[in-house]
């Protein structure tokens, strides 16, 4: 028997790693008057509906898209919710 | 038998025709098309990853096209030694790939790069760079959104001792600076080879380099090197 999961997946550059995305952002708060906001980072969201008979099952088959096509391990971190 | 050389054809590729007119044309080499759902390439003697936006650059660019079924005839063409040259999106693709070390960032300031730049020659070991002098300055062509070359200090060490760092981006007279650094990349790096060195990837445009009305005729020089020393013509 098979459940649908779903599973939420964030990918972020690796922390040393300079976001030129994040850092212009950043600079368009600070314009904006919101100087508290001390960084901004972006990364990507992606959500998968997976068929799976567990919840360990389905955490296996997203880590497994993450390494082999969603993240780029070289420059990014991945991290996985399932629900 | 002539020899011939091969252009590989993704959905989105727009390099394509520039390298086949440059290669045909211009160099006068058998060239033909091979497109991306192929998966014979064993009577090419020279692989060229063109430019473009293969598959949109959906997800990251490069990303999705090492799934093409051709790529999987590429890494045999690969280990079995046979050169490969992937030029801008052709070099973030043989990233992806990982039949060359390290990943593409977006530029550093962000823009989309279309101007002629300097690069240097840093290693004319492999066979692509070898008819070229060390600290030769050729002017060619960028044009990317992502070709800010990124990879781990230890890497970057890595590719400089197995001499791998194949050109860098300089200044008119050669020089390394952070001003000639157009887009970022680590250590000014503009191309590189794998270890072995049948791999070249290269954000800078040779093929728009070929004629006068193009501005820069060094594109020919390089592909002479190519041509030359692997025995094409």
Redesign the interface.
């Given at each position: 028997m098979t459940f649908m999961f779903k599973a939420k997946v964030n990918i972020t550059?690796r922390n040393?790693?300079?976001d030129?995305?994040g850092k212009?952002a950043h600079h368009a708060l600070q314009n904006l008057g919101l100087i508290s906001v001390k960084d901004v980072r972006i990364g990507k969201y992606i959500e998968l509906n997976i068929d799976a008979s567990s919840k360990e099952e389905a955490y296996k088959l997203a880590e497994t898209a993450c390494t082999k096509?969603?993240a780029?391990e070289?420059?990014e971190d991945f991290q996985i919710t399932i629900e | 038998m002539p020899k011939k050389i091969g252009v590989i054809v993704f959905p989105g590729s727009n390099c394509d025709h520039d390298a086949y007119h440059a290669m045909k044309h211009v160099m006068n080499v058998e060239t033909s098309f091979l497109w991306h759902k192929d998966n014979d390439v064993s009577d090419i003697d020279l692989l060229i990853i063109p430019g473009g936006f293969s598959y949109g650059d959906y997800?990251?660019s490069g990303?999705i096209a090492r799934?093409s079924p051709i790529m999987n005839a590429v890494q045999d063409y690969v280990k079995k030694g046979y050169p490969v040259l992937g030029i801008c999106n052709g070099f973030q693709i043989l990233?992806?790939a990982g039949l060359l070390?390290?990943?593409m960032?977006?530029?550093?300031?962000?823009r989309f790069i279309c101007k002629n730049v300097y690069i240097r020659v840093e290693s004319n070991r492999s066979p692509f760079t070898a008819g070229l002098e060390n600290g030769q300055v050729l002017n060619i062509p960028v044009s990317h959104g992502e070709g800010n070359y990124?990879?781990?200090q230890e890497g970057v060490h890595r590719l400089e001792d197995n001499e791998q760092v194949a050109f860098r981006y300089c200044t008119k007279d050669g020089e390394i600076t952070n001003e000639a650094n157009v887009n970022?990349s680590v250590s000014n790096i503009a191309g590189i080879t794998n270890e072995i060195g049948n791999v070249l990837g290269m954000m800078p445009h040779p093929e728009r380099a070929m004629e006068p009305i193009l501005g820069s005729m060094d594109g020919i020089p390089f592909f002479e090197s190519v041509l030359n020393k692997l025995e094409i013509a």
């Open positions: 550059l040393s790693i300079l030129p995305k212009a096509l969603l780029n070289v420059m | 997800l990251r990303a799934f990233l992806e070390p390290g990943a960032l977006h530029n550093e300031k962000l990124f990879i781990e970022g």
